[in-house]
């Protein structure tokens, strides 16, 4: 069980790790000026909105700018946090920061995940709505947001390694 943990350790040290630079470099495209961002970031996110036609990223509504402003102000601050703590393995002290963590994101994916198989998107001048295969791709895009949340919530709340209490000493 202990070598199981590591290995996920180490992925949720990966995830938290690239995330710093997705967040920084491509998430906050979403709510902040153009002109914070070279050229070729800004090209990029046009391919990429064209090509899996994200239509969030492309021209995103208020509600899905909130979540990104939640990811800037509460999440960034926490991802350095959490790399260290994965990279180390075994810091009991970030279980409880992980559980909300993992929680407010799952509770913010959700939605997200729901929005791209149900919601409407209307046809604009740049990109078409999507059809379901292609809603099936956007969401296997956002959908690694949502899984590995759940594996760091379910680690924390069912690993001994990080559930087991120290034993104090008695006097």
Not at 8 to 15: D, G, N, R, S
Not at 57 to 80: G, H, N, R
Request: aromatic share 16%; hydrophobic share 45%; proline share 9%.
């Amino acid at each position: 069980m202990a070598s199981v943990t590591r290995l996920l350790e180490w992925v949720f040290f990966f995830y938290f790790f690239s995330h710093i630079p997705i967040t920084l470099l491509v998430d906050l495209q979403a709510v902040l000026p153009a002109s914070w961002y070279p050229q070729e970031l800004l090209d990029l996110m046009k391919w990429y909105c064209v090509t899996f036609k994200d239509h969030l990223m492309l021209d995103p509504p208020p509600w899905f700018k909130s979540f990104v402003y939640c990811e800037a102000i509460v999440q960034l601050p926490f991802f350095p946090i959490a790399t260290y703590a994965f990279f180390k393995g075994g810091q009991r002290w970030i279980r409880i920061p992980a559980i909300v963590y993992s929680s407010h994101v799952a509770t913010t994916v959700l939605p997200i995940l729901a929005h791209l198989l149900y919601g409407d998107f209307p046809k604009t001048n740049q990109v078409d709505s999507p059809n379901q295969q292609e809603r099936l791709t956007l969401v296997s895009v956002y959908a690694p947001y949502l899984v590995i949340p759940i594996l760091i919530l379910l680690t924390m709340l069912f690993s001994p390694q990080y559930r087991k209490e120290e034993k104090r000493k008695r006097k």
